[in-house]
């Protein structure tokens, strides 16, 4: 069975998370501060807070945003879940806005019409590892006063401009989580290049309290902490952090390795031509977190016939991205909206396997059945 995506993960994880045991420091401690320092270092951040994952990170960002009940945050249906429900946690509205059907990023045009009174912020997604157009979502939230997230969960590596995702806003969030590029177990991190809101994330995720753990541990003065605000418990352990910082130095190895696979695929399906295949256009640099085929009108077969047939081969794939207004949590509060590139989009693509080490034989196989099958 070829799966789907496979986490990389060696014996250097497993040796680094042994040591990080045996020092006795469990969670948020020196390791934390270690994986911050070269998360900023790798991607060019000025800051950057560990959480538990990119949903706590998106909260946070959400949070420090000042959005609050009453707003409305402009975000693309087509996207994880997560990125409207952490908008949902602050009781803000969540307004979708179309994709382009080339690239699946947020619609400028669109997102722009949908601005109103009530709209707070924008939140963009790098979808699937390709980056959205960065520069132009700043310039019109400066227009409007609006604040700008960047969900960045799958983009770990990608650049934007010559530039790593992470380095060009106030607010980005990234993702650990197996299905990603590099994985914590579970994790994630917010890199920003406001101070303010780095002292705030940091508070805010271990429950508003005023002094670190390890600030209290090296103090050789009684200290006592004070909860400035209501927190949260968004802590990342030692233990992910000294996973992470060993994934960390093979990120450029890992994404050199997903591109090879990712041209293969090109240079061999682009002669099908009820397919089309993902567009990097100039300035954009995607880390081939997932490799997304859209089956045309004229596809022999139908998206979900090809998965099943794919999967009688042994061969796994899953559908492309989800729209959230139409999941079940928020299809009655959206029932109005129409979203016709997104529902398409997501009707019409599949997500074939890509990970490392992927052998020329596994690569072979998957190219090989989707000849057979939309020739
Ligand atoms: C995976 C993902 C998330 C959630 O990340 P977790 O670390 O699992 O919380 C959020 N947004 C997008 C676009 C994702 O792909």
């Not at 009781?91 to 722009?112: Q, W």
């Not at 980005?172 to 780095?198: D, L, Q, W």
């Amino acid at each position: 069975m070829i799966p789907i995506a496979k986490p990389y993960l060696t014996k250097d994880e497993a040796q680094s998370a042994y040591d990080t045991i045996l020092t006795g420091w469990v969670t948020q401690g020196p390791r934390v501060e270690e994986f911050e320092k070269k998360f900023c270092e790798y991607t060019g951040a000025e800051y950057a807070v560990a959480v538990s994952n990119c949903t706590t990170a998106l909260h946070l960002a959400t949070i420090v945003s000042e959005i609050r009940e009453g707003d409305e945050v402009i975000c693309p249906s087509m996207s994880y879940v997560a990125s409207s429900n952490c908008i949902k946690y602050t009781g803000a509205k969540p307004v979708f806005a179309e994709v382009e059907s080339e690239t699946y990023n947020i619609d400028l045009s669109h997102a722009e019409k949908l601005i109103t009174d009530k709209t707070k912020a924008i939140l963009i997604v790098h979808q699937i590892g390709m980056p959205a157009d960065i520069d132009a979502f700043r310039t019109l939230c400066k227009k409007h006063n609006l604040k700008l997230i960047e969900d960045a969960a799958c983009a770990t590596g990608s650049a934007y401009k010559g530039k790593k995702i992470g380095s060009h806003s106030e607010l980005v969030c990234f993702s650990f989580h197996p299905r990603k590029v590099i994985t914590t177990g579970e994790g994630g991190m917010i890199t920003t290049s406001n101070e303010a809101h780095y002292k705030r994330l940091k508070l805010l995720r271990q429950h508003g309290m005023s002094v670190s753990d390890r600030v209290r541990h090296q103090s050789d003065k009684i200290i006592f902490e004070d909860h400035t605000e209501i927190g949260y418990n968004y802590r990342m352990t030692d233990f992910q952090a000294a996973i992470g910082i060993r994934q960390l130095e093979k990120l450029d190895w890992i994404i050199g390795e997903r591109r090879k696979i990712a041209v293969k695929y090109i240079e061999e399906l682009k002669s099908i031509d009820c397919i089309r295949l993902p567009e990097e256009r100039e300035g954009y640099f995607s880390n081939y977190q997932s490799f997304s085929i859209y089956l045309k009108d004229n596809s022999p077969i139908s998206r979900n016939e090809l998965m099943q047939k794919l999967l009688d081969d042994g061969i796994a794939s899953r559908r492309g991205i989800m729209t959230s207004h139409r999941e079940t949590a928020y299809k009655n509060e959206f029932k109005e909206i129409k979203l016709p590139v997104s529902e398409d989009a997501s009707d019409r693509s599949i997500m074939i396997p890509l990970y490392i080490p992927m052998t020329g034989e596994e690569i072979s196989r998957v190219i090989t059945a989707i000849k057979k099958y939309l020739n």
